[in-house]
């Protein structure tokens, strides 16, 4: 026999006014038993607005104040507002005077009012759209580490079109904020055909010789292919990556000093504008949400590594990782008995992510997006880039070298692919991570045991035997990509730099310095500055805001040492690599406008500081062994700092770890808080 009390009473979610203003329990039904049973009339009320409460109160209050903000900025004139947030509604916007607010809104959208949307299509909504994680619980907080507000900055302006049917519109204005620092009067191109073929040509030719390889994120065939067919490009995805391929080129060739790019018919060749361009096709391609996402992105991040007008780098890069994990690109695929080019070139998009992460990360002091302990898939096989899927399968031996995985520092090889060093230098950025998790991010107050610093002095030393034997017999071969013995070299120093630096901080303390370490310290950054200025004298070496100031850290952190304990470190080789230091500098200073500072700043550290040592030494009549603060340096490196156009300061957006360890060396050379002295606080 049934049990009449087994089944529950269903829930109800909507009471009736009576039942709600008596608080009774409601059947839910119209009408409901106790209205019936009274033969009273029944009436529910839905809410009209959500609950002001917790975080839907707080969501609805910012959107309903970006909106306002919008509105005010359109009828300024400043800014159309955008059509991804807002909805149609009845004409009820009106200003407190009782005139209708007059705001810029596109043709199909006009006498109809504007109200927020809400729902999925909210401002969390899409944010979380773009930095998902793996249980898909669209986390965003402190810890997500999504740089948003410097991303939605970024964003061009919408158009009342939808993304679906969104096409190249070469009348489209440039989106506001982005201009050329260069040539802010370069003429814009209509379309791919006003681009005079030549110059076209060039800066292909540039983008391939030198990122292609370095930066494989698309197949260099498919790259090919597109510009062949620049004029009768129609496709958003191909439209903004032949932009990137061409600001990425083109900013190349700036930053090596080359700007011979003939003008023809008024046309000055600008990379901005090409990037810029690019933008405007951005919430198309991030609807993707595949490859062509992840490779639009990395290679936006990798413009804005070259360009200082950018500062989105670790935001796009971000971004590019987090798609690729959300893709699966970081698990291992499903075993093949013969390589296929479409998982080639997954791997290869994967680790070119990881490669532009962790030299933003690493460089900014930041954590990284993806432990290397949660990578599952191997490294690309060691080919030519260029190779197609039927030429692949011949290269079944390459297998076995490329499942050894990141960890492994590789194997001597007597022939280098184009590839090569791509892969080689993958490697080294997990050492890299390696060493930022175990020695940077120590805890103070738990010493490193010089074991650990050995350990990673071991792992170097196994990369560097493993540098392809003909890297050192190579020659640089117009429109052949090359990467030289010195390429891998600055990377190799740089490394070193990045271990044995803690090791300098105990001279603030006062703390005993092993001198091995030291030693070793001081020809690292001695023989980055060489390797420098060799790339410099055998071939085009194209800088970056990074790369300088790297120069500018090894130099300053090479006279550190020197000053820590010039008897055991000044010699012929830490004497060239100050002056291979200064050389590099003044060549950069040449090319890359904000260059200045650093060499100007240089230029002060190493005159004051030696002659502080040598007048020293001929007071004493030996080599002084006790450190001697350098009297007003400080004062003299802050006003070089602070003279001149904001435009060439410093930039955080670069290396914010380099001004920590800037002020930590200058505070110990000149005994006064450093950061004081500046005036700051931070990079500005």
């Known amino acids: 026999m049934d049990n009449p009390h087994s089944a529950k009473r269903p829930r109800v979610t909507l009471a009736c006014q009576r039942c709600k203003s008596r608080k009774q329990q409601c059947d839910g039904c119209n009408p409901c038993s106790k209205c019936r049973a009274l033969n009273l009339t029944c009436e529910y009320v839905i809410p009209q607005q959500l609950m002001p409460s917790g975080e839907n109160h707080y969501i609805r209050s910012l959107e309903h104040r970006v909106a306002e903000l919008e509105s005010l900025l359109s009828a300024r004139g400043i800014q159309e507002p955008r059509t991804d947030h807002w909805r149609i509604t009845t004409a009820r916007s009106t200003t407190a005077s009782g005139a209708t607010a007059s705001t810029s809104v596109p043709t199909d959208l006009d006498g109809a009012g504007l109200d927020w949307r809400g729902g999925e299509e909210s401002v969390v909504s899409v944010l979380r759209s773009l930095f998902p994680d793996v249980n898909r619980s669209g986390y965003m907080g402190a810890s997500s580490h999504a740089a948003l507000g410097r991303l939605v900055s970024s964003l061009p302006p919408q158009s009342g079109r939808s993304q679906a049917t969104q096409t190249y519109n070469p009348t489209t204005p440039t989106p506001n904020g982005f201009t050329s620092p260069s040539r802010p009067d370069a003429h814009v191109p209509a379309s791919f055909s006003e681009i005079p073929a030549d110059v076209a040509d060039r800066v292909l030719a540039s983008y391939m010789k030198h990122i292609c390889t370095r930066r494989p994120v698309v197949h260099s065939l498919v790259i090919r292919d597109i510009h062949s067919r620049r004029d009768t490009l129609t496709l958003p995805y191909e439209i903004s990556l032949l932009h990137l391929v061409y600001a990425c080129g083109g900013r190349f060739l700036e930053t090596t000093g080359d700007r011979s790019a003939p003008p023809a018919d008024g046309y000055s060749f600008s990379p901005m504008r090409h990037y810029t361009f690019s933008l405007g096709y951005f919430d198309t391609v991030l609807s993707y949400r595949d490859t062509r996402t992840i490779a639009i992105l990395t290679l936006m991040a990798v413009y804005c590594l070259r360009d200082r007008a950018c500062s989105e780098a670790w935001t796009f890069s971000r971004a590019a990782i987090s798609i690729a994990i959300d893709c699966g690109l970081h698990r291992q695929a499903r075993p093949s008995k013969r390589p296929s080019l479409k998982s080639e070139l997954k791997k290869r998009l994967f680790w070119t992510c990881y490669s532009v992460d962790r030299q933003i990360s690493i460089a900014m002091g930041w954590p990284c997006a993806i432990a290397d302990r949660n990578i599952r898939v191997a490294l690309?096989?060691?080919?030519?880039?260029?190779?197609?899927?039927?030429?692949?399968?011949?290269?079944?031996?390459?297998?076995?070298?490329?499942?050894?995985?990141?960890?492994?520092?590789?194997?001597?090889?007597?022939?280098?692919?184009?590839?090569?060093?791509?892969?080689?230098?993958?490697?080294?950025?997990?050492?890299?991570?390696?060493?930022?998790?175990?020695?940077?991010?120590?805890?103070?107050?738990?010493?490193?045991?010089?074991?650990?610093?050995?350990?990673?002095?071991?792992?170097?030393?196994?990369?560097?035997?493993?540098?392809?034997?003909?890297?050192?017999?190579?020659?640089?071969?117009?429109?052949?990509?090359?990467?030289?013995?010195?390429?891998?070299?600055?990377?190799?120093?740089?490394?070193?730099?990045?271990?044995?630096?803690?090791?300098?901080?105990?001279?603030?303390?006062g703390e005993y310095i092993p001198p091995r370490f030291l030693k070793i310290c001081a020809r690292a950054c001695a023989g980055a500055c060489a390797a420098y200025k060799r790339l410099h004298q055998s071939l085009a070496a194209g800088f970056s805001i990074m790369a300088l100031q790297t120069v500018f850290m090894a130099g300053l952190t090479l006279i550190y040492c020197?000053?820590?304990?010039?008897?055991?470190?000044?010699?012929?080789?830490?004497?060239?690599?100050?002056?291979?230091?200064?050389?590099?500098?003044?060549?950069?200073?040449?090319?890359?406008?904000?260059?200045?500072?650093?060499?100007?700043?240089?230029?002060?550290?190493?005159?004051?500081?030696?002659?502080?040592?040598?007048?020293?030494?001929?007071?004493?009549?030996?080599?002084?062994?006790?450190?001697?603060?350098?009297?007003?340096?400080?004062?003299?490196?802050?006003?070089?700092y602070r003279d001149g156009s904001e435009d060439y300061r410093l930039s955080v957006a670069a290396d914010e770890g380099s001004f920590e360890q800037f002020c930590q060396i200058m505070t110990a050379m000149t005994g006064e808080d450093f950061s004081t002295t500046m005036g700051l606080k931070k990079w500005q």
């Open 380 to 509: 690309p096989l060691d080919v030519d880039e260029e190779i197609t899927g039927k030429e692949l399968f011949r290269t079944v031996g390459n297998i076995n070298l490329a499942a050894e995985g990141v960890k492994s520092p590789g194997r001597p090889s007597s022939r280098t692919t184009s590839l090569s060093s791509f892969i080689h230098l993958v490697r080294l950025r997990s050492i890299e991570s390696d060493i930022q998790q175990t020695i940077d991010r120590h805890e103070d107050c738990v010493p490193i045991h010089d074991h650990s610093f050995d350990v990673f002095l071991t792992d170097l030393e196994a990369w560097r035997s493993c540098i392809p034997a003909d890297a050192r017999e190579k020659k640089d071969l117009p429109g052949v990509p090359f990467d030289g013995y010195d390429f891998y070299l600055v990377f190799y120093f740089k490394t070193l730099r990045l271990l044995l630096y803690p090791q300098l901080t105990r001279a603030a303390h």
């Open 562 to 640: 020197i000053w820590i304990s010039r008897a055991d470190i000044f010699d012929m080789v830490t004497s060239n690599g100050i002056n291979d230091c200064s050389i590099v500098l003044f060549v950069i200073a040449e090319r890359v406008p904000a260059g200045k500072k650093y060499r100007n700043m240089f230029e002060i550290i190493r005159q004051r500081v030696i002659e502080s040592i040598k007048s020293l030494a001929r007071e004493d009549g030996r080599k002084p062994s006790a450190r001697q603060v350098v009297v007003g340096l400080g004062r003299e490196v802050a006003a070089e």
